[in-house]
């Protein structure tokens, strides 16, 4: 089991302090820029959201599938930026940690110090930087650490196990454990290797798991909370954003929040 040497941010003790009490961790992602964006932010931590990432649209989202895509797109076509975002976000009165997630296009065009600092700025806590290397994320990460901004690690499900000790000395926050190969989206079971990566990731690290990529309804979430210590969901958060508006993320929050929260029953 590693121990984590640095000293937890906003986000890492709060996750921490959640698990301590018996709680699984509920991460929702909600695309910045679109209709009702800061609403569903609102409706999200007010239904049992533990930290929300928050998407800055960019116009080749590698890591995302279709739903995700879609939004982006629409945000983008109303105007968002990555500067607009981080102002909109400064007005958010919600009492959880905010994580950005971006592609490291924003980053490197902003600046690694500015666009750190521009983060701070605006109430976030963290950053997530997909396709972002671990062997190239020294200078984000030195800068990050110095913004207090705490740069989340994703481990894939092919990483080999030698590997895994050198992201999870990098991680800040939590160790995110991508569940499956492939672009995010809604898939009607959860992929096998969700849970076994959250199993490889907690036999060796004593920060918090949590899993993302796959985790598409509330029964999947509770599936994989049972060997994680939580999970991040994107794609069926977004949908319901696009499709139904920020009420429809409240309620769907609240239903995620109960399935994890309900005591897991023995089957005889």
């Keep these: ?84 975002i981080l102002h909109e976000l400064r007005s958010v009165d919600v009492d959880v940690p905010l994580i950005v997630m971006c592609y490291y296009n924003t980053v490197f065009r902003a600046g690694h110090d500015r666009f750190a600092n521009s983060l701070r700025e605006s109430g976030v806590v963290a950053a997530i930087v997909p396709d972002l290397p671990l062997e190239e994320s020294a200078q984000w990460a030195v800068a990050a650490d110095k913004a207090l901004i705490e740069t989340v690690m994703l481990a894939a499900p092919t990483a ?27 898939r009607a079971e959860l992929a096998t290797t969700a849970v076994a990566m959250a199993t490889r990731l907690k036999k060796i690290t004593d920060m918090p798991v949590l899993v993302g990529v796959g985790v598409s309804n509330a029964e999947q979430a509770k599936q994989a909370c049972s060997v994680a210590d939580g999970v991040i969901q994107g794609a069926s958060v977004v949908r319901r954003l696009l499709e139904e508006g920020a009420d429809s993320v409240a309620n769907y929050v609240a239903e995620v929040r109960a399935a994890i929260d309900s005591p897991v029953v023995s089957k005889r």
Excluded: C
């Excluded at 995302?64 to 109303?78: F, H």
């Excluded at 590997?163 to 672009?183: K, Q, S, T």
């Design 1 to 84: 089991m590693k121990i984590a040497t640095h000293n937890p941010g906003a986000l890492e003790t709060r996750l921490r302090e959640s698990r301590k009490l018996g709680r699984k961790i509920l991460v929702p992602y909600i695309t910045g820029g679109l209709a009702g964006w800061i609403d569903a932010i609102r409706g999200a931590a007010a239904n049992g959201a533990d930290a929300i990432e928050v998407g800055i649209p960019f116009s080749d989202p590698v890591m995302d599938g279709p739903i995700i895509q879609m939004a982006s797109e629409k945000a983008l076509r109303d105007g968002a930026t990555p500067t607009s």
């Design 160 to 186: 080999p196990d030698e590997r895994l000790p050198r992201v999870i000395d990098r991680a800040r926050g939590f160790v995110y454990a991508v569940g499956l190969l492939g672009v995010t989206g809604e």
